[in-house]
């Protein structure tokens, strides 16, 4: 049976935000003109749209999970980025935006990153990459507004963060596994990869087209083709990353003791939370 993971829905919400963080940013990219050359880590105007962001916020609180105090995560983050992410104006000012909203989130804002953050804010020097998108220029200065509100305001109290626990699937590529719905049908899933990140292993699996009460033959199951997605929906899903599984939805779960070797495409995964498995099932292909 697979290894439970008892990380937090917040870590499954991070983890569906970033695998779905390059498919904003070619998005994003594709509405830019040509003036906002120096947006090459955002995907957005927000401060944590941004992947050099993204990164300073979830090693400090690693960092902070891992026992570090405030300082000692910060001076991590600093050491792990390097002179050169400081140096550089544009970078630097991501780094000191987004280690103050951390911070304060945490309430461990530090006093020299907040007046380094401050001033950024007040040189209008992050602004520049977006004088070429009068539209990201006003949102990036609204949430750059936030920030300053924000950082200057009374910060929550400091409270212990937990360390993270990793989730881990133990399931090899070519495993299958049943999952049985609310209405007691089996469905099938191929596992043909694994997607690992800091917060642990995910499958990623293919449904394959089948439906019923009892596990099939063998010989059938060997046979089957990957399910189509529904055609009449927003686009096709052919790979299925799976998060968040717990004591509730293992209970579902059925080893099934067979092995069919698939490749893995190279695509996007749609990321999905076992707790919303049976929705995922019958908003997009049809089943239940």
Known sequence: MPQLCVSADTRVAMLIRSGLREDLRKRWRSNLVSGCNQCMGAWGTGIFQDDTACDIRDGYRDYLGEGLSGPEATARILKELGAGSLADPHEAGVVWMALAAVQWKHGRLEDETKKRALSVIESGTDL????????GLL????????????????????????????CESRWREGDLFGYR??????????????????????????????????????????????????????????QIMLVGLKQKSARRLIEVDVRVTTERQKIPSSVVHFKHL???????FLIG
Not at 128 to 135: A, P, T, Y
């Open 128 to 135: 520049e990459r977006w004088r070429g998108n009068s539209k």
């Open 181 to 238: 719905l609310l209405d007691g049908r089996l469905v099938l899933f191929n596992v043909v990869g694994h997607h690992t990140d800091k917060g642990g292993k995910y499958p990623i699996c293919h449904l394959l087209d089948w439906i019923g009460e009892e596990l099939p033959r063998r010989d059938v199951i060997q046979s089957l083709e990957v399910k189509p997605s529904r055609p009449d929906n927003r686009h096709s899903i052919k």
């Open 139 to 166: 949102k990036r200065k609204s949430a750059l507004e936030k920030l300053r509100v924000q950082i200057t305001s009374p910060q929550p109290p400091s409270r212990k963060v937990p360390r993270r626990i990793l």
């Open 278 to 284: 049976d929705k995922f099932l019958k908003d997009w």
